[in-house]
Structures are given as C-alpha cells and as structure tokens.
C-alpha cells in the first residue's frame, strides 16, 4: 500500500491534463515566437489557455504572465515591483512566509529595501491591524500568503488588500497553496499581484503564472527577447502552459465537491490522531485549507517518525518540501510559538484529490503503533 | 507537404524522449526535495541526468545547475557573476550576441556596469584580438556565443577562452545552438560558464541548464528554498530535466553522422539558392553550423517571402524567433554589413534531423518561383 499524503508538496499529473499537452510536445511544437503556421497554432493555444487562467482568477488576459514556477512568480512579484518604484523602499510580509517570499525579502533587504516582517498569533494569523500599523510614507509594497503552506491558516486577505487598496500601495498574495483549492478572485481581494504554481494543483512542473493587475510599475527578472510582454523573457513551454490551463479547467469543476470531501477526511484524520495518540493542532480548526492536517506530537522525534510512516507505505512531511534542506524546527511553527516539547514532533499530511476513506482509516491504524513504537525505543519524557 | 525547416527556433521533441519523461508525469511525481520514497525517486532521476549532462560537457555533476531556458542560464551566468564581483565592473561582448545576452548586458549598464559591445567582420567573427584590447583591469566577465542563431558562423572561442584564462576574467558562452549539434567540451574552451537549453537539441521546452566551473563566484536570480545548490531555488522540473538528459544522449549517439548529413544538406541548399536567385550568404561558408542557411535575396521583402513559403508548407524564419516582435532588419545582419538591397530580402533555413533530400529539392523548386512572383508583383528594382 503506497498513500501520498504529502499534496501540499507536489501533485500527480491528472492523467487527463497529460492527455492534453501531448500534442504539444511532437505534433504542435513550434516556437510561439516563430511567424510562420507551426508557430501560430502553438501561439494560439498559449493565448487560448491565458484566456482561461485569466477567467478563472477574475482577471483579464493581459494581466497574467506565465512564469517557471511559483517561485519565480514570488521572485518576479516581489523584486519586480520593488525595482521598479525605488522611490520607496519599504514592504511589508509575515513571519510565515514561503521561503520564496522571505528569501526575496532578504535578498531586497541587502539592496537598502527596509522589510517589516509581521508576526502571527498562535493560529498563524497576520492580524489586519498590524498590517495598517507597519505601513509608512515608504511602503511599496504588502506581501501576505493566501494560506500558509505548512499549517494551512487561511490569512484574512481581503481586509489586508482593502488596506493596501485604501492606502494606495501594492498588495501580492502568494496563492500558490490555494489556487483551484479555495475560490479565489483577484478583485474580491483587491490583489495587484497573484501567484499560483500549476505543480500545485494537478498540473505539470516547471510552469507557474503571475497575475500582474492592469498599471501596475514593474520590472522584469528574465531579459531577453521581450516575451511576455517584456516582463519574462523565453521561449515559451508550450506544453507546459497548456497543461496548466487544462488542470485549472478540472479544477474549477471539482472545487466545490473537493472542499467538502478534504474537509471531511481532513478533520476525521485531525480527530482520529487527538483521539489516539498526544498531540497538539497546529493552525486554525476551521480556516484551514481542505486539504491540510499539521500535529506535534509530543515528544517524538517528527523525522523519525515520517521514516517510519514512509516504511509503512505513507508519505508525509515534516514541514514544507520546498526548502532543500532542513536546518531545525520550521520557521512557521516557531512563528506560531509550538511549544518545545511539541516542535520536533511535528509532522503535514496534505491530502488530494484521490485520497480516500480507507487511506485515512489506514494511517488512523499505523500512526499510533509507531508512535508507541518510538516511545519505547527512545523514551525522552 | 509540410517542411519544417526552422530548428533554430525550436526542435520537435523526440518521440522516445517523451517516452522517457511520461513516467516522470503521473508515477513517479514526487517533490524531489521531499525525504520520503516518492521523493527519493524523482532526486534519483535528476541527480542522473545531472551526471549525463555533465559528463557530455566534460564537467562534473556539482557544476551542473538546471534553469527554465537558455535565456534564464544567460541572465544567471551574467547577472550572477557581474552581481558577484562587484570590485569590478567591466564585461566583454559582441554586438551579435543572442538578445538574452544583450539585454541583460543593457540592464547591467543601467545598474552601473560598464560593457565592450566588439563589433564583427563580414563573416560575423569576434577577432580574439579586438577580445584582448578590450579587456581592462576592471574587467569580470567576457561573454561571447559559440556559434550564431542567425548566420550560423561558429566563433573562435578556444581563442577567446584562453584568452580569458590568460586574464584571469570568467568566460561565458551561449551555447544554446551548438549544444550536441557540434563538439563542445567545457575543458578545451577554457569556459566557466556555459549556457544550454533542451528545446533546441529534441528536448522539452522550458528546460536549460548553466554549466559553473567550481570556484565561479556567483550570485542566484531566483531566491526561495535553496535548491540547485543555492544557485536557482525551485521545485525542480523533474519530467523536464529527464526529457534533457535523454536528449543529450541520443544527440550524443547522433552528432557525427548529423553533422555530416546536414552539412552535404545545408551546402546543397546554399549553392542551389545562389545558382537560382541573385542572393548572398551571410555567415562563413564553412566555418558555420551544420544546420543553418541564411542567405539574403536581392530587392526582395523576406517578410512576404516568408509568407509565401509558409502557404507552400515551408516553415523558414526572417532572423531568429528568440525576439516576440519584429522591428526591422536584425542586429546581426547589420553588424556584418549586409548592403542596403539585401538586408530586407534575408531568410534564414535551419535543417534538422528529419530534414531530407526530398525536402531541400522542394525548397529549392518554389522558392525561385515565389521570388519571381514577387518581383513581377512589386518590382522594386
């Protein structure tokens, strides 16, 4: 029995989303760029799936330019707006931040940018009030994520965009988590800047989009022959962006259905672990992402313990997996103050779109033993 | 009948390399950063084509750092290392370099560097020469391709090279058009940095990777979660860089008898153009890729010529697909002086694996009658 639990990471390509790039890879291959017939059909269809990406946020297709990942929509966001409106030089974020925002952050920081790095309240909240208090003659730009990618709080992004609305500066919301997961509409959040990731939602690697809201004053990170309306030079991936519309198409479709289903499994599964074996939430009950379930369990060494869930057939992770290495507790379980004899026991299940019952039933089974497991092997109470 | 004679822009993707990315999009999907097995899977396959790709350059694999395109390993190697080794501030190039490193360079000279743009004589060839006058004590990096997209002509850059080794000043080339179509080993050229991309060598769009010589000083683009070494934070592209990998074997298996096929291909559609229509070659006539045709017809507009041969079912280009607009005659044909009464006349034909005789015979059948069909239509002699 193999169970991926670790959705939040990375999706499987939805086999139909594989269906529909196909073409693209040998038949209809041209360089969009290219003004002869095999380049007009592969331009089209980028064209055809911008339109999509562009009605499913609530934007138009001018607004959205196709990037490589959701970390270069973060990089190109972030940096892009920050260049280009130096008369200013400070922004506001969270404490719990993706790397990809907060290592940009610190990046700007070194380039004489003054970064304000918001705290959470134990839940992982960035609270609307600080928001507006950070806020100075200098600021460019505000940075909050739609939901938090290890813990699943899902941040009051509307107010925070009013705020940035009313006081007349930028607002980039790191969607990547949520995208097709939660409804999500650029101008009910008064966003300027969106980033989403295709990865993320059943749709290829390599491919990730930044919505960028009409007179917006941006620079681009990649220079070149001007694609993207200049903002993101390269020849475009064809199949990529293609696959991206397509997983974005099912998506929408499933949205509603997978909400109720993921909220289902996902409080059995939080339910089931409190019951069995001591263990703290991490994030909030109820604004939390369908698919996100985040524990400590008390003092249990958390990477053992996914050694021992992957033994038995389920993937989890400790925190994200978007960081390369691990150096210690999580930055956002710190944030949240996990206390110590919880923190090392931390551990995400992110469920998906085929997870099921059994699944859920299965790692209810297992998880305990281990814990018990563990708890004899190297008991540190 | 439809030829595709434009694998400068673009290559079709090879069959068996979809074949071996397909597992990579459904199966084995794993975020390659995670530490469980469906990680662990995926961090195999790229660390693999990491050692192939490395192995076909001559380097080694932790000089190996994956991008999203030949334009992003252009930005990295530049911005990188100029942003690296700001005690100095001075870089070399050549004004028929590819945009994605002209407009970098013209992006750099706005943020206070200083660059060499070393023109080019007839053939489009950078004298080694004029590369050593230019080199001052300020000077960090000397930038010149290994080979033209637009004309094909290969440069002296074992010279160039040595020259820079010499000096002690980082060495980049762009490689994107010569990468498995002729030699390249990154020893013998004395390169510390060279950019690839698969899309051009039968692999899959929005894949490139920089070779970094170990010791380079270099700064990343992208900031996030520290993969890549640091250098190009991401989650990685996993179907992507096997697609690559797999390509560069093939290509690798294919060179010689390639080079040979399309150099007896490309000099018969040379001299059978020259003996039909009152054109010239741009570019050296053996010193140039194997692939590449670029000639420039007398008083004709290459614009209409295009159009023509595209409703004939010939895809050929004007310069290169790598700009998304076109405004006017190419920085490259100008650089080499094309008179006046050529330059809008020129069309470039870039053969390919699947390109045969038949294909040249068509070519060389219809192009003279659409150039007489244009010149009775709008005699501008």
Redesign the interface.
């Known amino acids: 029995m193999?169970i991926?639990l670790?959705h939040a990471?990375?999706?499987?390509?939805?086999?139909s989303v594989?269906e529909a790039m196909?073409p693209y890879?040998?038949?209809f291959?041209?360089?969009p760029?290219?003004?002869?017939?095999?380049?007009k059909e592969t331009k089209e269809a980028i064209e055809d799936t911008r339109y999509k990406i562009a009605r499913f946020l609530g934007a138009n297709e001018d607004e959205i330019v196709f990037t490589?990942?959701?970390?270069?929509a973060?990089?190109l966001a972030i940096k892009g707006v920050c260049f280009a409106n130096k008369n200013k030089n400070h922004i506001i974020t969270s404490q719990i931040e993706?790397?990809?925002v907060l290592?940009?952050c610190?990046?700007l920081e070194k380039e004489g940018f003054s970064v304000t790095y918001l705290p959470v309240d134990s839940y992982g909240f960035v609270s609307p009030d600080d928001v507006k208090k950070a806020i100075t003659k200098k600021t460019i730009l505000i940075s909050i994520m739609h939901a938090n990618n290890e813990i699943g709080t899902i941040e009051d992004i509307e107010e925070i965009g009013k705020i940035a609305w009313e006081n007349d500066i930028y607002f980039h919301t790191d969607c990547v988590q949520t995208c097709s997961h939660i409804p999500l509409d650029v101008n009910s959040i008064n966003a300027d800047l969106v980033s989403i990731?295709a990865?993320k939602l059943y749709g290829?690697?390599?491919?990730g989009a930044l919505y960028i809201r009409r007179g917006t004053r941006i620079k681009p990170?990649?220079?070149?022959?001007?694609?993207?309306k200049g903002l993101r030079?390269?020849?475009?991936?064809?199949?990529?962006i293609v696959g991206f519309g397509k997983a974005i198409e099912i998506a929408e479709d499933l949205m509603q259905d997978e909400i109720k289903k993921l909220t289902f499994l996902r409080d059995k599964l939080i339910n089931g672990i409190m019951e069995r074996v001591s263990a703290r939430l991490n994030g909030h009950p109820e604004k939390r992402l369908p698919c996100n379930v985040n524990v400590s369990i008390k003092s249990i060494n958390g990477?053992k313990l996914?050694?021992y869930?992957?033994r038995e057939g389920i993937?989890?992770?400790?925190a994200?997996?978007?960081?390369?290495?691990?150096e210690g507790p999580s930055h956002v379980l710190n944030a949240i103050g996990v206390p110590e004899e919880f923190i090392y026991g931390s551990i995400r299940f992110t469920l998906g779109r085929k997870t099921s019952d059994e699944e859920i039933d299965y790692v209810l089974d297992v998880l305990p033993k281990i814990v018990q497991k563990i708890e004899i092997a190297s008991p540190i109470r």
Not at 68 to 72: V, Y
Not at 221 to 227: A, N, V
């Open positions: 193999k991926y670790d990471a990375t999706t499987p390509l939805e086999p594989l196909k890879f040998c038949n291959f041209g360089n760029s290219s003004t002869h017939s095999f380049g490589s990942s959701g970390t270069e973060n990089n993706h790397h990809s290592e940009v610190h990046f990731s990865h290829p690697k390599g491919v990170l990649l220079h070149g022959g001007g694609h993207e030079s390269s020849t475009e991936n064809t199949p990529g990477e996914l050694l869930l992957d993937a989890a992770s400790s994200s997996a978007c960081s390369s290495s691990n």
